[in-house]
């Protein structure tokens, strides 16, 4: 009988879990009560033993004292196995010893110490050294050391079993330090920790955990967020419940971020323009691009929402940033942004008001687009013979670029377009590999940078092939003469 109904409770845990997790349908929230026990109930629901880190936070803590796992039962070696726990004659062994009882001097001595471990083991970042960083974090007596030591794992982006250690057992400012670790490491493991956090009296735990529950990207953390995030009184919480929000990349979720860049209140646009900068949807970046004009002041916050998108897309916008914004303050940002990017290669900016782009680098073929004067683009190759083009009455000689360039063009895969304009209708400026000195034009042009992983598949439009009548139009013309000279008066 006894089988039976654990059978049948764990069934009812497990069917519990599955719905809470992947159903599409709101949380229904009445009032405050029934908020609280909702986030009761599914932190319960959760367990953080599949950590994506494997620490042995039992081994780390007994190493300090010199704990026998065989022969004390307060360290059982296999989870399944029960014991009745006899306490130690001596509970000390298993406490961080007491402040009182270190002499000031010495206090000194091993903040500093401690401090100089978590830098090494933090350059090293090897699975020991997170080890290291780690024991530091659960064992040693200074307040100081531990909390630098949580601060340490999230700069790695690692130890979430350790921080959630450090939570249940710590205090306030070692607690406050280890929610913000876990929120830059946003493991869905802390999705229990971060449900807590939301109920914190503690502000800053709130705000963390706000924006780890949108690292998540669980359904449970969402409704959290809408129902009880974006409707707290205090702007910073709503802010940061922005920020969580636009991890999740849906677009009604975009709706409610470009509603609050609306917003009379800065925090609110502040945490709408962050939340911007989580999203993966492609009209979160022209929502940044239109927040430049509409939300000043907040030119950094864009800038660095910006950057945090990996993409062609974003280097090209960057790149226009910082040939109109005259802000000598916003272009060293910029230009750092850029420089951390290793945007490397030849870019082209229109210096004239407007530049056709064409199929093919002829001035009679098919438009593809028209680019206005200081858009930027990634210059992919450039033809090996010059030709002639009248431009506002007079013949100019250049050479075509193929470029790829933004493009709001409906269809247009990634935002991004390629096709061919006419060199004297543009500057060229290169961004140059530190490490590689000396590049030729071809090697500069092949140098891709990291944020172009995703424009292997560009506009389907850009690569039709041209039609029959278009090709042998074309034929002709390059039989004509070395040069070609078209009326191009734009």
Avoid at 136 to 162: D, F, Q
Avoid at 284 to 289: Q, T
Avoid at 335 to 353: D, H, M
């Amino acid at each position: 009988m006894f089988a039976k109904s654990s059978i049948l409770i764990f069934f009812t845990v497990i069917f519990f879990i599955y719905s809470t997790e992947n159903s599409n349908q709101p949380i229904e929230i009445n009032s405050i009560d029934s908020i609280s026990k909702k986030i009761d109930q599914i932190a319960k629901s959760l367990d953080d033993d599949e950590a994506e880190d494997d620490l042995d936070i039992d081994e780390l803590t007994k190493s300090q004292a010199g704990v026998n796992t065989k022969a004390n039962p307060k360290f059982p070696r296999k989870a399944n196995q029960s014991y009745k726990v006899t306490p130690p004659a001596n509970n000390a062994q298993y406490t961080i010893p007491s402040l009182d009882d270190i002499d000031p001097e010495r206090q000194k001595a091993m903040t500093k110490d401690g401090l100089k471990q978590i830098e090494i083991n933090e350059t090293k970042n090897t699975k020991t050294s997170l080890k290291n960083i780690a024991r530091l974090l659960l064992t040693n007596p200074i307040p100081e050391v531990r909390a630098e030591a949580a601060r340490a794992l999230g700069r790695m982006g690692k130890g979430a079993k350790a921080l959630h250690r450090a939570i249940d057992t710590d205090g306030y400012e070692v607690r406050q330090h280890a929610y913000k670790a876990l929120e830059k490491i946003g493991s869905r493991t802390s999705l229990k920790y971060f449900l807590k956090g939301i109920k914190s009296s503690d502000k800053d735990i709130k705000i963390a955990s706000y924006k780890g529950l949108g690292k998540t990207k669980s359904s449970s953390g969402r409704e959290m967020i809408l129902k009880i995030g974006l409707n707290s009184k205090d702007p910073s919480i709503v802010a940061s419940a922005l920020d969580g929000l636009g991890n999740f990349s849906r677009k009604d979720d975009l709706e409610i971020l470009k509603q609050y860049l609306k917003s009379d209140i800065v925090e609110h646009q502040s945490g709408a323009i962050r939340g911007l900068g989580n999203s993966k949807i492609s009209e979160s970046l022209e929502l940044l691009n239109q927040a430049m004009t509409n939300n000043p002041g907040l030119e950094p916050e864009i800038i660095f929402a910006i950057s945090k998108k990996k993409s062609l897309n974003a280097t090209l916008l960057l790149m226009k940033m910082l040939q109109t914004n005259k802000n000598e303050n916003y272009q060293a940002i910029i230009q750092r942004e850029i420089n951390l990017r290793r945007a490397f290669g030849k870019y082209a900016i229109v210096k004239t008001n407007t530049a056709i782009m064409r199929r093919s680098p002829k001035a009679s073929s098919e438009k593809v687009t028209v680019l206005n004067i200081n858009d930027v683009s990634k210059v992919k190759k450039i033809t090996d013979k010059r030709f002639k083009v009248k431009m506002n009455g007079q013949v100019v000689e250049d050479r075509y670029y193929l470029i790829q360039a933004l493009s709001d063009k409906e269809g247009s895969r990634k935002g991004i377009i390629e096709g061919w304009v006419f060199g004297a209708k543009v500057n060229t400026l290169n961004i140059l590999n530190p490490a590689k000195k000396g590049m030729t034009d071809e090697e500069l042009m092949d140098e891709d940078s990291e944020d172009e992983k995703d424009t292997t598949n560009l506009d389907d439009s850009s690569k039709k092939t041209t039609t029959k009548t278009q090709a042998k139009k074309e034929k002709e013309a390059t039989s004509k003469d070395e040069y070609e000279l078209e009326d191009e008066d734009e």
